[in-house]
């Protein structure tokens, strides 16, 4: 057997939103020897990419087990966003304005009336808004809008300063971190984790955390279940907005835009099978402009300021996988988190820092398991 090059008590593959809130999670719990492997650089894949949106209620068709999920983790932001502020001196900037979700036709209307039905019903806080009312919270909407919702707890954080803030954090924790290191392959006995091979040599550890978002059915092996995770390109473009022109985020059925305290406006975004091409298209381009011409007109007059691409994570049923599986001890699943990855991140720390700290598998573990996909080798 190799040599390791290092040994440590818990190894995450993968430096994004995931992979660095579980470390801080669990140097919190007092695991010792964390380490992060992250082949490019800390956050650089979807969590930068990401618009930051923290809106369960703006999408959600009906209740279930995923949208209580997601819920419940827009809940725990508040004290998540505060303890950063406390550890690192990083503000996360999560907005409490709410958001906005316009309809411009008569089936956007049957759209919104009909979540706002089930909404109520399941007592959710949602406003219905004329036009003439949505425009008083936001001037900037288009004539064309018919009525709106808004989402009073439905928010948004800087993404970007969410990695800054759980790196600084990990660093204050004595988390190990290896940057532009790839993990080539989990290494087992039998039915255990014994460790990972590495670009940089063999990492001993019997508790493996598999974060590596669109990537990871590339890591795992034939002893483990394949969520079959697949890349979902979504792009994005940003505009020069300094005075800012809306202070919600606003949703269509189309696209959104996204507000930020630094002068930026982010608008989305695309939903495409492009493989791992993360290039930005003129199709793509084309079509966030009109969903966010559409929302607001003052749009046009903005200076387009860059545009990107990123990759969601997506398992084949569209669900996270999160925690251990049955087949090998010592690995541990956080990803697929696909379009609620920023959303997802204080709940998935929490679940699983608390399986792998005092194995304690809670009832979202047992959902959201791993063991609900077929091993590699049953394919
Ligand atoms: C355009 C866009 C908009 C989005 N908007 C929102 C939003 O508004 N709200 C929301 O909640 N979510 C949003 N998302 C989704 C969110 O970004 C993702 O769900 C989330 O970032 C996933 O985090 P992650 O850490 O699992 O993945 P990533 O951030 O992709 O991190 C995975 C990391 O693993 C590393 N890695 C992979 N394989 C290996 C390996 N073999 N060895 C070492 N390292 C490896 C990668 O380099 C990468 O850094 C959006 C995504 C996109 C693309």
Redesign the pocket.
Known sequence: MTEPIKTADVTI???????LAIARALAQRGARDVLI????SL?????S???????PQAEADSAGDFFQLCCQSRDLYPAFAQSLYEETGIDIELETSGTLYLAFTEEDERELEQRYQWQTRAGLEVEKLSAEAARLHEPCISDGVRAALRFPFDTQVE?RRLISALATANEALGVNVWTG????SLKLNRNRVTGIETSRGFVACEKVVI??????S??INEALPNPRIEPV????VSFEATPQIARHVIYSPRGYIVPRRDGRLLA??TTEHAGFDKRVTAAGVQSIVASALEITPAIAALPLASTW?????RAADGLPVLGPCAEIAGAFY??G????????TPITAELLANVIVDEEVSPPLQIFSPDRFQLVSSR
């Open positions: 593959i993968g430096g994004g939103v995931i992979g492997v992250e082949r490019s956050g650089a894949e979807a969590s990419a990401a618009a930051g949106m923290l809106a993404n290191v790839s993990v080539d974060a590596g978002g669109a990537w990871t590339q890591v390109r979504g792009q994005m989305g975004s691409a990123g990759l969601r994570p956080a990803t988190h696909y379009r609620n990855g920023i959303l997802l």
